[in-house]
């Protein structure tokens, strides 16, 4: 299938680019960076979602909003420019599935005001996004990933003290890897046909640890 998928140079995006390779897929990276992706079915596009032209990608099928950015930004990037992608792309007689991946804390409010704000809305906007690719038999939900062991994260992860604290406030003691989320992302987005307008949080219990004292 063709697959586009933005923020795909690094972290979850990429972990999702080589996720739907591995499985031959047609797959079209959107992302500011240059990538580092190397195989023959990958095309990449280099540019802001927000301030630049998005390329010209004809009948999509599968579209993943991976883009984002925290405390640069927030809204126009992580909101209006994920918007800007899936009113391009999203709304097309090929599509099949359209996946945003927003975080934990656009729930559990914990985060960054923008940050928050900016994961809040597309959250909303996902349900909307369900509501209208609907007519063409297409699937739109979000994963809500919490702590992900990446390079965004190596000033936790760097220092022990920190990263045990973070830790425990989980229920599993642990933080998901990049190709799990890749593999929920390609359950949702390919397996599943059924599940609509629905958000998935990945945070091994974090947002259900609450400490009940009788």
Not at 46 to 71: H, K, S, T, W
Request: hydrophobic share 40%; proline share 2%; glycine share 6%.
């Amino acid at each position: 299938m063709k697959v586009l998928i933005t923020g795909s140079s690094r972290g979850i995006g990429k972990a999702i680019a080589l996720k739907f390779l591995s499985k031959n897929h047609q797959v079209y990276g959107i992302d500011i960076l240059p990538s580092s992706i190397n195989n023959e079915n990958y095309i990449h596009y280099q540019c802001d979602i927000f301030n630049d032209e998005l390329p010209q990608i004809d009948n999509v099928e599968i579209l993943i909003n991976n883009a984002g950015v925290q405390n640069d930004n927030d809204i126009d990037i992580n909101l209006k420019g994920t918007i800007k992608v899936s009113e391009k792309y999203g709304f097309n007689e090929s599509i099949k599935s359209i996946l945003f991946i927003v975080s934990a804390s656009a729930t559990t409010g914990s985060e960054f005001p923008l940050y928050v704000a900016s994961k809040g809305g597309i959250l909303s906007y996902m349900k909307n996004v369900a509501q209208r690719v609907a007519k063409f038999n297409a699937t739109a939900n979000s994963i809500s990933p919490g702590g992900v062991n990446n390079e965004f994260n190596e000033h936790i992860l760097n220092d022990k003290k920190l990263y045990d604290a973070v830790l425990n406030e989980t229920l599993l003691h642990k933080w998901a890897d990049v190709d799990e989320i890749a593999s929920w992302a390609y359950f949702v987005s390919v397996i599943n046909k059924s599940m609509t307008g629905q958000d998935i949080i990945i945070d091994n219990g974090e947002s259900i640890n609450y400490n009940f004292i009788w």
